[in-house]
Every structure is written in structure tokens, then in C-alpha cells.
């Protein structure tokens, strides 16, 4: 090989994308170069999707036997027992005011849990994990009414 030869712009330009795949590649690679980046569980509400950091996500489970608890406002849909753990589980569905749409076999709640609190949200299905930017994040939910409070 001649050490003196000049890089054509094809090859160049295929040296560099070569270069680019193989850092895309590695384990543990950056997905987005530019601002901050999220990873989300992505989960579905009827047929609305929706995402929650994944730091704050325990686990994902099948709903099983949720057994309601009396005097609570409708969208607790009731507690589970999780190996030995009492979780109050949220129906989002009634909390949003969004109809119920699909399969209740692809339902799953989604543990959160943060400072020593856990709570399940009963979900519609979950979508998987996304790494995205900060900026296409959309804005928080904003309530319909009946809820008083922050949601």
C-alpha cells in the first residue's frame, strides 16, 4: 500500500461512516448526541401513549387480583399484594377520563417508586423503553377536572 496516496472523497466518506457505526455500535453508546437525554417506559392508556422516566420504574407485572378498597375515590382501582407488599394501584383510565379500548390481557401495572413511596398505575399495555431527547417531551398531562390537587 502506498503510505503517500491521497483519500479519494468516496472513500473518505466511507472510512467515516464505517467510523460512525462502529462507535453507534458499542455497547452503551450515546442514541442522541445533542441535549440531555431521557430513557422512558413507554405505556399505553386506551389509545393514548404515555412515558415515565425509568428511574423511577420498580417492575412491570400482570394485574392479577386487585382487590378494591372501600371509600376511595374511583380511579384507586385497589391494592395488589406484591410479595408481601400492600401497592395501592391508580386506574389512569378513570383518572383521565380516557374510554377503555384493546385487550385487558395486555394490561400490566407499572411500579413507581420514589423516596420510599410505591405506587401501581394500571396501564393498557407497555411499549418498551425509549431514549430520547429532553426537548421532544411533551408538557405534563393537563387534568380534565374532578381531581383536586396535582396529579
Given amino acids: 500500500m502506498n503510505v503517500n496516496r491521497q483519500e479519494t472523497p468516496a472513500e473518505r466518506k466511507t472510512r467515516i461512516f464505517r467510523e460512525r457505526a462502529k462507535k453507534?455500535?458499542?455497547?452503551g453508546a450515546p442514541r442522541d448526541s445533542g441535549g440531555e437525554s431521557l430513557e422512558l417506559l413507554?405505556?399505553?392508556?386506551?389509545?393514548?401513549?404515555?412515558?415515565?422516566?425509568?428511574?423511577?420504574?420498580?417492575?412491570?407485572?400482570?394485574?392479577?387480583?386487585?382487590?378494591?378498597?372501600?371509600?376511595t375515590p374511583p380511579f384507586v382501582a385497589g391494592v395488589v399484594n406484591l410479595r408481601g407488599r400492600i401497592v395501592p394501584v391508580v386506574d389512569l383510565k378513570v383518572l383521565f377520563g380516557i374510554r377503555s379500548v384493546g385487550e385487558k390481557r395486555m394490561s400490566r401495572i407499572v411500579?413507581?417508586?420514589s423516596g420510599g413511596a410505591?405506587?401501581?398505575?394500571?396501564?393498557?399495555?407497555?411499549q418498551g423503553i425509549e431514549i430520547t431527547g429532553r426537548e421532544a417531551v411533551?408538557?405534563?398531562?393537563?387534568?380534565?377536572?374532578?381531581?383536586p390537587g396535582p396529579i
Fill in 118 to 126: 410505591e405506587i401501581g398505575l394500571l396501564t393498557d399495555g407497555v
Fill in 138 to 147: 411533551r408538557p405534563p398531562f393537563q387534568r380534565r377536572g374532578g381531581f
Fill in 24 to 27: 453507534l455500535a458499542a455497547p
Fill in 42 to 71: 413507554e405505556f399505553l392508556i386506551g389509545k393514548e401513549r404515555y412515558a415515565v422516566e425509568t428511574v423511577f420504574v420498580g417492575e412491570v407485572f400482570p394485574p392479577g387480583d386487585i382487590t378494591p378498597v372501600p371509600c
Fill in 111 to 113: 411500579l413507581l417508586q
